[in-house]
């Protein structure tokens, strides 16, 4: 298994452009999440989603959209690239056991967005 | 502020020391985890305690956790120079539908 994959792992944006950030699971995970990581901080949820056709928002989920026509692909698509989307973007997927939880969730290597 | 708190921000230690990372948090939760973050990479999972668990083992890895005060603690013992990392905790809320909330993180380094 590849697990999760991500792509770009590096992408320079100039402000204003949009683009799609790839993610990928070969696990057949329900749960697909996506996550930015700014310096010294801990990750913030974006958006998620708990199966194909069904998504909701994160904590910060301004700027960003998303979409899940499958189970295997959960792309995030940025709007209209700003600054403060300068970030590391992480995709992570796990089983999904709805209010029970207890999953553990497999993380993707990143894709390191600069916006200038 | 974050629903997890970590403490300390950084820790330093000599090879073969224990460390000890704590992790306290504000709303009831579903399970608590831990993950490590090597430099430039995605995270791995490491262990998850439930919330009618108090204490588990992975390994070299002791996590404990106390629900009356909201906190949880990470301790590696024997430490190597492999466990240098970021270790984060994350607490999935019980109304959070499996959603994970982090915290900042406490950078360890160990020092051969």
């Known amino acids: 298994n590849a697990g999760v994959t991500q792509t770009p792992k590096f992408q320079v944006l100039k402000t204003g452009q949009s683009m799609t950030l790839q993610c990928a699971q070969d696990?057949?995970?329900?749960?697909m999440s996506w996550y930015r990581q700014d310096p010294g901080m801990g990750l913030r949820l974006i958006h998620y989603?708990?199966?194909?056709?069904?998504?909701d928002q994160g904590e910060v989920p301004n700027g960003y959209n998303v979409s899940r026509s499958t189970t295997e692909d959960f792309p995030l698509r940025l709007l209209s690239a700003a600054p403060s989307q300068t970030s590391v973007y992480f995709c992570?997927?796990?089983?999904?056991?709805?209010?029970?939880?207890?999953?553990?969730?497999?993380f993707g290597p990143g894709t390191r967005l600069t916006v200038l | 502020s974050q629903q997890g708190e970590e403490d300390p921000q950084a820790l330093s230690i000599q090879e073969g020391e224990n460390a000890t990372m704590n992790c306290s948090y504000k709303?009831?939760?579903?399970?608590l985890q831990w993950y490590r973050q090597n430099s430039g990479r995605g995270l791995v999972h490491l262990i998850l305690?439930?919330?009618?668990?108090r204490e588990k083992h992975s390994g070299r890895l002791r996590v404990t956790l106390d629900t009356s005060k909201k906190s949880s603690s990470l301790l590696i013992t024997a430490s190597r120079a492999a466990d240098t990392a970021s270790y984060f905790c994350?607490?999935?809320?019980?109304?959070?539908?499996?959603?994970?909330?982090f915290g900042q993180g406490t950078r360890l380094t160990i020092n051969p």
């Open positions: 709303t009831s939760i579903n399970n």
């Open positions: 696990m057949n995970h329900e749960y």
């Open positions: 305690i439930r919330s009618n668990e």
């Open positions: 992570a997927s796990s089983l999904y056991l709805g209010l029970a939880g207890k999953n553990e969730q497999f």
């Open positions: 989603s708990v199966g194909a056709g069904i998504t």
């Open positions: 994350a607490t999935e809320l019980i109304q959070g539908a499996q959603k994970l909330v």
